[in-house]
């Protein structure tokens, strides 16, 4: 059994991470850690788990851990547990910036740790059996969109990092590259601009697919919700966007960390693979502030 420490006590912490962990086979949520104490000894003791007084108490406490805090804050945390020999269970995006982010993978590295990032939608069975089906090769046009409320006043997730300049970039954007990539392969070209509390940004891909994102978390009555549309050489194809089902999510999650773990296999959706996407987003911030494309290896 793996002792999973978990850094944070907020909304996203009490309503997925702590319930996920705490729920999960071959995994023990031991201890919780958050700047505010008397949040990580409620969030604790909800769900059996012990609450430290610092973060070098939960390293010491825990053989993996899981990050439910701000980016810039997991970047700086994530090195220190990854040298320390902890395995990483990682929130979207990994850093702030791609050079934080490349630190995170260079410690994962060094340390030989295990590593997998939370993008929820990739573990959904429905989403993946619709990108089995569509081989990269076929697609000629894909088209991405998030466009919501999610940062607005009134939402638990209205957090100060999501409400900065660029915040559907490093909030929705992982989401939707990382789904635009999966189906219609590596993006070698990024073409982005803002207006209005939304980025779009045009995209070529390895196979010569184009594409096109649409971003928002500060749009009234926005649907919120990724949506892909992709059209290949047979035709056109929608991912499914009906309910998640929690359950199953979480457990593709923590039977995947746990395995990963167990087995030293790097799972696909690893630090790496989150690096890859934080290589795109500075792509399109870059884009954004010069109105120039930016091409990627």
């Known amino acids: 059994m793996t002792g999973v420490g978990l850094v944070g006590a907020g909304p996203?912490?009490?309503?997925?991470?702590?319930?996920?962990?705490?729920?999960?086979?071959?995994?023990?949520?031991?201890?919780?850690?958050?700047?505010?104490?008397?949040?990580?000894?409620?969030?604790?003791?909800?769900?059996?788990?012990?609450?430290?007084?610092?973060?070098?108490?939960?390293?010491?406490?825990?053989?993996?851990?899981?990050?439910?805090?701000?980016?810039?804050?997991?970047?700086?945390?994530?090195?220190?547990?990854?040298?320390?020999?902890?395995?990483?269970?990682?929130?979207?995006?990994?850093?702030?910036?791609?050079?934080d982010a490349e630190r995170v993978a260079a410690a994962v590295l060094r340390a030989g740790v295990r590593s997998q990032v939370v993008l929820t939608i990739r573990y959904r069975p429905e989403v993946r059996a619709f990108l089995r089906?569509?081989?990269?090769?076929?697609?000629?046009?894909?088209?991405?969109?998030?466009?919501?409320?999610?940062?607005?006043?009134?939402?638990?997730?209205?957090?100060?990092?999501?409400?900065?300049?660029g915040a559907a970039l490093l909030d929705v954007g992982p989401h939707t590259f990382d789904l635009l990539e999966a189906v219609a392969g590596p993006v070698t070209e990024v073409r982005a601009a803002a207006r209005g509390g939304v980025t779009t940004a045009s995209t070529?891909?390895?196979?010569?697919?184009?594409?096109?994102?649409?971003?928002?978390?500060?749009?009234?009555?926005?649907?919120?919700?990724?949506?892909?549309?992709?059209?290949?050489?047979?035709?056109?194809?929608?991912?499914?966007?009906?309910?998640?089902?929690?359950?199953?999510?979480?457990?593709?999650?923590t039977d995947e960390f746990a395995h990963t773990i167990e087995s030293g296999e790097p799972h696909p959706l690893d630090v790496h693979h989150g690096v890859r996407l934080q290589r795109v987003l500075e792509a399109a911030a870059v884009s954004v502030g010069t109105g120039q494309p930016v091409l990627l290896p």
């Open 133 to 165: 089906g569509v081989p990269a090769e076929t697609v000629t046009y894909v088209r991405g969109s998030c466009v919501g409320p999610g940062a607005l006043a009134g939402s638990p997730f209205a957090t100060p990092w999501r409400q900065s300049s």
């Open 204 to 253: 070529v891909h390895r196979h010569g697919a184009v594409g096109h994102v649409a971003l928002s978390v500060t749009t009234p009555d926005g649907p919120g919700g990724v949506t892909l549309d992709v059209v290949t050489n047979s035709g056109f194809a929608s991912m499914p966007t009906g309910p998640a089902d929690e359950a199953s999510v979480w457990r593709a999650i």
């Open 12 to 99: 996203w912490a009490t309503m997925f991470h702590a319930p996920m962990l705490a729920g999960a086979s071959g995994l023990d949520l031991s201890v919780v850690w958050a700047r505010r104490p008397e949040a990580a000894t409620a969030l604790a003791q909800r769900f059996g788990a012990q609450a430290v007084g610092s973060f070098d108490e939960l390293l010491e406490r825990c053989d993996a851990v899981a990050f439910a805090v701000p980016p810039d804050v997991q970047a700086a945390l994530a090195v220190r547990a990854a040298d320390a020999g902890r395995h990483l269970l990682l929130e979207k995006p990994v850093a702030t910036t791609l050079g």
